[in-house]
């Protein structure tokens, strides 16, 4: 069994708070000694205006974490996007954890975040965005729908 992340959320994304959570993003992995890498594990991550993109390198990673500020749909007709990211717990896990957190932080009610882990398996990644940004103790896991 494979240890994953889940997200929900709105199919556009507000501008200026998704701009927000990804420079926030990028401010704590460059606090980290954490090595990522683009897709697949290879090249830059990607942090702009329109996408958050990232794995860990090549050898140490798993799935992409990807969010654009706009996606839509796998299954037609729906009005919200789900997504997820497998980590296999990773050293990069403790960025995914933190990109989700800062994401439903500046995205409030647009998504919600699940997790295969406990409250308590997010404890680390609360910590570093407090101390980093000023928030994030606060985090709390969604309740499954």
């Known amino acids: 069994m494979g240890w994953t992340h889940y997200w929900k959320r709105d199919i556009n994304l507000p501008e200026e708070p998704f701009e927000m959570a990804v420079k926030d993003c990028k401010k704590v992995f460059d606090s980290l000694e954490i090595e ?3 897709s697949l594990g290879h090249g830059d991550c990607v942090y ?3 996408e958050l993109l990232f794995n860990g390198v090549a050898g140490v990673c798993c799935e992409d ?4 500020k706009t996606q839509m749909p796998k299954r037609e007709g729906r009005d ?4 997820f990211c497998k980590t296999e717990h990773m050293p990069y896990d403790i960025c995914v954890q933190i990109a989700l957190i800062i994401l439903k932080h500046h995205l409030g009610d647009t998504m919600s975040v699940y997790s295969d882990g406990k409250e308590s398996d997010w404890d680390n990644s609360r910590k570093l965005c407090q101390e ?3 928030y994030g103790e606060d985090f709390k896991l969604d309740i499954a729908d």
Request: proline share 0%; net charge negative.
């Open 36 to 38: 990522l890498a683009g």
């Open 48 to 50: 702009d205006s329109d």
């Open 80 to 83: 919200y996007v789900s997504s």
């Open 65 to 68: 974490f990807m969010i654009k």
């Open 132 to 134: 980093n940004l000023g």
